[in-house]
């Protein structure tokens, strides 16, 4: 049900290796916001690699646990471990026929839901794990949203195709949450008009989205635009839903 190949994300994580979010990332910053701190919570990451925000839960104190499909996986909880982070169990394998009884405190992901078909069901498993009185944090590209549509449509064609663009509806998630028991404390969006670029696309394609970024950071510039605080729906680069599990 998922709609790119594992090959893809193979080949893309090869020359990709753990850093730490910069400071002013707005994932970066939302996982600050809404995760609290902790002395014993247990968090995991689904779609861990290459596990620069399940950083930022370990220093919020977090044990750190963690489920990608993507063979790199396997020598991430060594990397974890030597910045000096607890951790848990991470494992290699799909999220989808991850069987278990555990719960933890935090649970998150960034940009996994909209790869499949059936996002509600992946959905609803992200959520079974949380524990009681847990967060669920999940966040999403916002292709969506009519501005970031045309980017990728004009300049991104075949990173469009590997999203489900249904999908990018933090309001719908916020609705299925509520009705299994948890209580939405974000839906929305966020990250401001900031655009990205697959690297697979046509020598046109990539040329002209080059010449736009160009533009687009050069306008900023002149007219002092902080795009990070464009966060409109029509124009902000992700959904987000952040929600505590209270029955």
Same mark, same amino acid.
């Given at each position: 049900m998922d709609l790119v190949q594992q090959q893809h994300w193979d080949k893309g994580y090869q020359e990709i290796e753990f850093q730490r979010?910069?400071?002013?990332?707005?994932?970066?910053?939302?996982?600050?916001?809404y995760i609290p701190k902790t002395k014993t919570g247990r968090a995991i990451e689904i779609g861990c690699f290459p596990g620069g925000y399940l950083s930022v839960l370990g220093d919020l104190g977090y044990e750190l646990n963690g489920v990608d499909l993507t063979p790199k996986t396997n =020598?991430?909880?060594?990397?974890?471990?030597? $910045? !000096?982070y607890k951790t848990g169990v991470i494992n290699m394998q799909d999220f989808m026929n991850l069987r278990t009884?555990?719960?933890?405190?935090?649970?998150?992901?960034?940009?996994?839901i909209e790869h499949f078909k059936n996002y509600d069901e992946v959905l609803l498993k992200h959520a079974s794990l949380v524990d009681q009185n847990g967060i669920l944090f999940i966040s999403t590209p916002n292709y969506k949203g009519i501005f970031q549509y045309l980017f990728h449509l004009l300049f991104d064609t075949p990173g469009l195709k590997r999203h489900n663009i249904a999908s990018m509806n933090p309001q719908k998630w916020a609705s299925v949450l509520e009705e299994i =028991?948890?209580?939405v404390i974000f839906s929305? $969006? !966020?990250?401001?008009?900031?655009?990205?670029?697959?690297?697979?696309?046509?020598?046109?394609q990539k040329f002209m989205g080059r010449a736009f970024l160009f533009l687009h950071k050069k306008i900023g510039k002149i007219f002092k635009f902080n795009y990070n605080n464009w966060n409109n729906k029509r124009i902000?680069?992700?959904c987000l839903v952040v929600a505590k599990r209270i029955r």
């Open positions: 979010p910069e400071e002013d990332d707005f994932l970066r910053k939302a996982l600050l916001q =020598g991430l909880i060594e990397i974890l471990r030597n $910045y !000096g009884d555990e719960k933890f405190q935090a649970v998150v992901s960034f940009g996994f =028991g948890f209580e929305g $969006y !966020g990250g401001g008009a900031n655009f990205w670029m697959e690297n697979d696309q046509s020598s046109i902000a680069c992700d």
